[in-house]
């Protein structure tokens, strides 16, 4: 073999080596750029990973928000307000002397117009209004009494004067015990059919507007002082007389419409009015 052969032979191993060599690396390069171009950035899909999780929460607790939105409940109409009350400035007693029993809270044309138990000008209120009271020492315990509550506020739009609105808010008296009468918005509607006459001043509906203040404000107990025997104050020297009956623990109660304590019964302003009721007096006792 020639010298020029041998060379030949070497230069041609040198370049196949060479371009193997070469295309070795290509091929590693391309495999690794194919790898790398393929396979997620990890940077990326975190970061992704990280946008997924904080829409979802996101989205969740705006369905729970407004959720929660649609779902809150209505505001409730202001609660019903207490009157402290002192007891020791009632005047009770058949006042009128038609055999009645009167407790008497305030009466604008009475003696506790001087000295009333509470602030007369705390009364404020457009649902209704109650009076929830003790009573004991009556001789007969069987006896019932029908009570109800006279009341008129300071416009005269609220009121009521006798037992009427198919006797919802007056109460039967049976013994010693605590009972409560009542006046709501309902009752003084001249849409009542018992009530219509008695009305001094309603709403375009026929509704009386919001109470303030008070020129009538007792609970009269029929026949009670007539029954018991107690002297009217014109035959007592002007002073009236209790007898044994004592009333304690006075309470007094007015609320907002549509926040009626649960003692307040609808009224059916359907209903005709009630039949007359013959009460027992001092002339019909004398009678007997």
Known sequence: MTMKKLAAMVMALTMSVSMLAACG?????????KDSSSAPDSSVADDSSEVADSSEPASSEE????????EAPVEPAAPATFSAFDDTKLICG???????????LYNQYGDTAK???????????????????DIAGMADQEREYDAYLMFTDSSWAWGSWNINDNNIGSTKIKGD????????KDICSSLNPNYAESNMGTDEEGYPGSAWGTTVFCVDIYELAAVEGLLPKDENGGVIDSGNITISNVKVEWWEEGADPEYVEPVDTAMAAIDETTYVTYDTLAAE
Do not use: P, Q, W
């Open 94 to 104: 058949d006042i009128e002397h038609n055999g009645k029993y009167r407790i008497e």
């Open 177 to 184: 015990g605590t009972y409560t009468v009542y006046l709501s």
């Open 25 to 33: 690396g290509d091929d590693s390069s391309s495999s690794s750029a």
């Open 115 to 133: 000295d009333a138990g509470f602030d007369i000008e705390e009364i404020d209120f457009t649902g209704g209004i109650s009076v929830t009271f």
């Open 63 to 70: 369905a729970s928000s407004e959720e929660t939105s649609s």
